[in-house]
Each structure stands twice: as structure tokens, then as C-alpha cells.
């Protein structure tokens, strides 16, 4: 397999492919053009029923589509208390496109509402971030990485930052903010994102 030199992104969530951006041209620089997903492509339908069969469904879809290597992501929040909840349905937990709305914290607000009588301390607190990267070849190649990051979920919401459920999470390995009060720097040296790609780099450079 020979490396690629240009990579369509898969995401059409803006917040995401700014983090991906920012972490490839971190670790890549100009040696791979990083492209953004071509808006006559049509939205692909997520009903894997797994993080990793959603980010293959919509890789094989762009890279078929443009005739590029392309890479998608899919990563949510799973939840001891809730049963493992939100999961592959993190994006949309309050509704249907509730992360499409700019501005939109209805997924927050539920997750916040549904943890109301589960105590600070309580192992029904416990939570991880989960993402999985396929970079899928227009000729039928791939590569799978994955990322993870154990922590608990905060009775309040804490911090400007990030997104999604980025104010409540607070990761073991950090010093006990949230993603949302860390820098963007902070967050992706231990997120599940920053992890899964540092996989995919060393995968790629190894090549």
C-alpha cells in the first residue's frame, strides 16, 4: 500500500474536520493535501450498528465518489449509567441532526437531565469517548484506527471549548477539567480523536 498524498475528509460536521485538520497538518504538514468533503456529495446514512461500520459506510462512500483516498470518523460518548448510551447515537441522542443546529446543546441538556439523580461519585458516572478512523482506498484499501479515553461525566456543564458533550466529560488522564476548559493543544494530546489519529499517523508513516 502506498501512502496517499491527498485525503478527502469524510465529515461534514465543521467542528470535527477542524480538529482533524489541525491534527494532521500538526503531524503531516504539506506532504498530505487534505481535502474537504465535495458538497454534491449526499449525506450517507449511519445505521451500522457499531462506530466502526458507520466511519467504513461513509469513507467507501466519499473514496468511491471522488475517486480519492478519503477518511471518516465516527466517535461518540458511552455511559455506564445509561447503559452504554448515548453510543453510535451521541450525535443525534436528543433528536435527529441535533448536532446540525449550530448552537444546539439539546444532546447536553438530555444527557445532563438523564444523570440528575445519579451522585457525583457514583460508577453510574463513568464514561468514555470512543472514535474509530477507516482512511478508505478508491481501489478497495484501508486502514482502521481507534482511540479511547476513560473519565466521568461532571454534574454541570464547565468550559467554552470543544463541543458537543466536551463541558461535562472530564478524562482520567487530565487534572480534572473538562474537555471544554482545556486548550485545543491540552484536548487533543489525550482525546479519543487525538489518539485514534496519532494510530492512523504512525500506521501511515510506516507504510
Known sequence: MTPP???VLASANPKKVAELVEVLAQRFGD???LLPRPPEVPEVVEDAPDFEGNARLKAVALATATGEWALADDSGLE???LGGAPGVRSARYAAEGADDRPGDTANLSKLIADLATVGHDDPGRRARFRCVLVLAGPGGGELVCDGTVEGHISAVAKGSSGFGYDPVFVPDDGDGRTFAEMTAAEK???S???RAL?????ALTSL
Open 188 to 190: 487533543h494530546a489525550i
Open 79 to 81: 455511559v455506564d449509567g
Open 5 to 7: 498524498g491527498r485525503i
Open 198 to 202: 496519532a494510530e492512523l499517523v504512525t
Open 192 to 194: 479519543h480523536r487525538g
Open 31 to 33: 506532504a498530505v493535501e
